[in-house]
Nanobody, 121 residues
Framework: QVRLVESGGGLVQAGGSLRLACAASGRSFSMYTMGWFRQAPGKEREFVARTSRTTVYADSVKGRFTISRDDAKNTVYLQMNSLKPEDTAVYYC?????????????????WGQGTQVTVSS
């Protein structure tokens, strides 16, 4: 497992942008599949995006969000543009060893503490 710490959340108006960052501890960061999930009040945690050999996005964020990683800095990012009130949630970074095509929260074994994103209308 790896320790993950998210940052970059906050309050933004609809149509605005935020960039989340997730810093990972440990070695061989480049060998991890990294994902972003979110959980709104009263809802289940849902997949947002992940990066391994390829990148995959949830349909709800495709074209607006971009996941990227800097393996030299052990960091994965989530650039969020054209934010909508329905994007309001706690955003979590997650990791699993190996380059895997996984979008289910249960497949990831390391999680950050989460960062709140609030989009006002």
């Amino acid at each position: 497992q790896v320790r993950l710490v998210e940052s970059g959340g906050g309050l933004v108006q609809a149509g605005g942008s935020l960039r989340l960052a997730c810093a990972a501890s440990g070695r061989s960061f480049s060998m991890y599949t990294m994902g972003w999930f979110r959980q709104a009040p009263g809802k289940e945690r849902e997949f947002v995006a992940r990066t391994s050999r390829t990148t995959v996005y949830a349909d709800s964020v495709k074209g607006r969000f971009t996941i990227s990683r800097d393996d030299a800095k052990n960091t994965v990012y989530l650039q969020m543009n054209s934010l909508k009130p329905e994007d309001t949630a706690v955003y979590y970074c997650a990791a699993v060893w190996g380059w895997r095509s996984v979008e289910s929260a249960g497949e990831y074994d390391s999680w950050g503490q989460g960062t709140q994103v609030t989009v006002s209308s």
